[in-house]
C-alpha cells in the first residue's frame, strides 16, 4: 500500500497539477482526489475492488496523520452488508455484497467526540438507477462526487491534529454504500464504534469541488442546532457565501446521524452537467474552491470548541412537500442561487426547455400563472400540467424577460 502510494504521488509530480499553488495542504487535496478519481479504481463501486483500493488509500492517509483505527476489532475498518436493486419493489436480481466504512480517531480525551465524514463510493461503470449517461458502460470517476468531500475530510483530519481545537474528539468516516442509499451511515449509526451519545455534531462533505465564482456554499441542517444560526454568520474564509437550509433530511450521510438526534451539518457547491457521469473528472475540479471549503469548515470547527455540546434541535422536513408533477422541464436547477426564482444550471438535450430556446443561465420566474422566487414554487408551477400540455414559462436572461412557450 505505501508503494501504491508512493507511486501515485511521483506520478503526479510529473503533472501540471502543481503549477498552480507552492501551498503543501493543496498539493496533497490534489493528489487524494486525483488518486480517488483515477481510472484504476474503475469508479468505486461499493463491495467491488475499486472500494478496497479506496478504503486501504483513505486508512493510509489516516494513519500517515496520526489517527487511531476505529473501526471494528481494533481495524480501520467497519464492514456491513448492502443489497441494492434500482426497483426498490423488485424482491428478485439486484446486487449483494459487504462494503467498508474506513474509520480513524483523534482522542484528545475530551467529553465529547465530533463525527467528521464523507462518503467514497461511486457509481462504478454506471449503477443502474443512478447512472445519468445515457451511453456505453464507461468508468464514473466521481471526482466532485465525492473525492473531493474525501479530500476535505482528510485535510481536516491532519489540520486538527495540529489545532489547539482540542475540547472535542473527532471521529473520521470515509462512507461506502451512499450512492445504493446511505448503506454505511445508516449501518454505522446502528452499530457504532463509539458511544453516539456523546457526539457532539456531525459534519458531512458530499461534492465540495465545484465552488463557483459567485463562491456560494450551500450548508444543510442549520435548523438542527440553535447554534448553527449563531456561529455561522461569523465565519468569514476566501469571501465565501453560505446559502443555508434548516433540515437535517437530505440524500445523503448526515441524514443517519440527525435520524439519532445528534445535530448535523452538510456541505455542498452545488449540481452541475457532469453529475452522475463518466465526465465527473480530477481535472474539473476548483482546487482553489476546494482549499476555501476546507478552511471554512476547518475555522467552524476551531470556533464551536469552547462552546460544550450542541443542543440538538428537530427540523420541519421542509422539502414543503413540493406538489407531485407528472412532467418535466428537462433542466438541472442551480441550487447554490441565492437570487429570486430558479436559475438554469444547464438544459438537458432535446428536452422540452431545449426545444422551447431555454438557456443555462436563465432564470425562471413565472411557469403559467404560478410566479417563482423559488425551486419550491417551480415545482409547483410545473405540478400544473401534464405530458402533452403547453406552458408559457417567463425567464430573466441577462436584463431581460423573456416569453418561451414549451411543450411538455
Known amino acids: ?27 496533497q487535496m490534489k493528489v487524494d482526489v486525483v488518486y480517488l478519481a483515477s481510472n484504476l479504481l474503475e469508479g468505486r463501486m461499493t463491495g467491488e475492488e475499486g472500494e478496497r483500493l479506496a478504503a486501504e488509500y483513505i486508512a493510509s492517509r489516516f494513519e500517515e496523520v496520526g489517527l487511531k483505527p476505529m473501526g471494528q476489532n481494533g481495524s480501520w475498518y467497519h464492514d456491513f452488508r ?28 475530551a467529553p465529547t467526540t465530533v463525527i467528521i465524514g464523507a462518503h467514497y463510493d461511486h457509481l462504478g461503470h454506471g449503477l443502474d438507477g443512478s447512472s445519468l449517461y445515457a451511453g456505453e458502460p464507461a468508468i464514473h470517476n466521481g471526482a466532485d462526487d465525492n473525492a473531493s468531500g474525501v479530500a476535505c475530510m482528510l485535510y481536516l483530519a491532519e489540520y486538527l491534529k495540529n489545532s489547539d481545537a482540542k475540547n472535542n474528539n473527532y471521529l473520521f468516516i470515509g462512507f461506502s454504500g451512499e450512492e445504493m442509499g446511505l448503506f454505511g451511515s445508516k449501518r454505522f449509526a446502528e452499530s457504532p464504534t463509539i458511544d453516539l451519545s456523546k457526539v457532539n455534531y456531525m459534519l458531512n462533505m458530499d461534492m465540495v469541488g465545484r465552488l463557483n465564482e459567485e463562491k456560494v456554499l450551500a450548508i444543510n441542517g442549520v435548523g438542527t442546532s440553535p447554534v448553527w444560526k449563531e456561529v455561522l454568520p461569523n465565519i468569514q474564509v476566501d469571501g ?67 462552546k460544550g455540546k450542541l443542543a440538538f434541535t428537530k427540523t420541519k422536513e421542509e422539502q414543503k412537500q413540493a406538489a407531485s408533477f407528472k412532467v418535466s422541464l428537462g433542466v438541472m436547477p442551480d441550487y447554490v442561487y441565492d437570487g429570486e426564482g430558479m436559475r438554469i444550471d444547464a438544459v438537458l438535450d432535446g428536452k422540452p426547455a431545449d426545444k422551447a430556446g431555454l438557456k443555462a443561465g436563465d ?24 405530458k402533452g400540455e403547453k406552458a408559457t414559462v417567463v425567464v430573466k436572461r441577462k436584463d431581460k424577460e423573456i416569453k418561451k412557450e414549451v411543450v411538455f
Open 1 to 27: 500500500m505505501k508503494f501504491l502510494n508512493l507511486l501515485v504521488t511521483l506520478l503526479l509530480l510529473g503533472s501540471n497539477l502543481f503549477a498552480q499553488s507552492p501551498d503543501k495542504a493543496l498539493q
Open 82 to 109: 448492502f443489497r441494492y436493486n434500482s426497483n426498490p419493489h423488485s424482491t428478485e436480481g439486484g446486487i449483494e455484497g459487504i462494503g467498508k466504512n474506513v474509520i480513524g480517531y483523534l482522542d484528545n480525551n
Open 240 to 306: 465565501i457565501k453560505a446559502k443555508t437550509t434548516e433540515s437535517g433530511i437530505g440524500p445523503s450521510d448526515h441524514t443517519s446521524f440527525y435520524l439519532k438526534d445528534i445535530p448535523v451539518l452538510h456541505f455542498f457547491t452545488g449540481q452541475h452537467t457532469d453529475y452522475h457521469k463518466p465526465s465527473d473528472d480530477s481535472e474539473l475540479v476548483n482546487y482553489d474552491g476546494l482549499y476555501s471549503v476546507s478552511k471554512y469548515i476547518a475555522t467552524l470547527i476551531e470556533s464551536l470548541d469552547q
Open 363 to 386: 432564470v425562471v420566474i413565472q411557469i403559467g400563472d404560478v410566479k417563482v422566487k423559488d425551486i419550491y414554487d417551480y415545482m409547483e408551477g410545473l405540478s400544473k400540467f401534464n
